[in-house]
Each structure stands twice: as structure tokens, then as C-alpha cells.
């Protein structure tokens, strides 16, 4: 299995705290596609369809 990156850990822990994609984009500085890839792959190394489930 593909590990999650440093980056990926970041974007993932902010969303399971419940920020919006443009609140990571803030806090991050990273442009929303960035976002957007980044929990694509987390959701791909984890086998799952949503953050929600990737959480459980």
C-alpha cells in the first residue's frame, strides 16, 4: 500500500476537523485543485468513497 505523504497527512487532518476545502486553501496556502488532488489520493490509499468512511 502507498504511503500517505506528510502533505496528504495535513489536508486529511484538517478535513476530519471539518474544514471546508477553501478553509484548507487558507490555511495551507495551497490552490483548491491541490486540495482536491490531495484527498482524491487519500481516498484512493485508503480504499475508501469518502472522508467520512476514511475516518470510521
Known sequence: MNQITQA???VFA???DGHSI???QDILH???CTIKNQR???LKKLNT???TEAVK
Open 49 to 51: 468513497q469518502s472522508m
Open 40 to 42: 482524491r489520493r487519500i
Open 14 to 16: 484538517l478535513s476530519i
Open 30 to 32: 495551497k490552490e483548491e
Open 22 to 24: 477553501s478553509e484548507i
Open 8 to 10: 496528504e497527512q495535513e
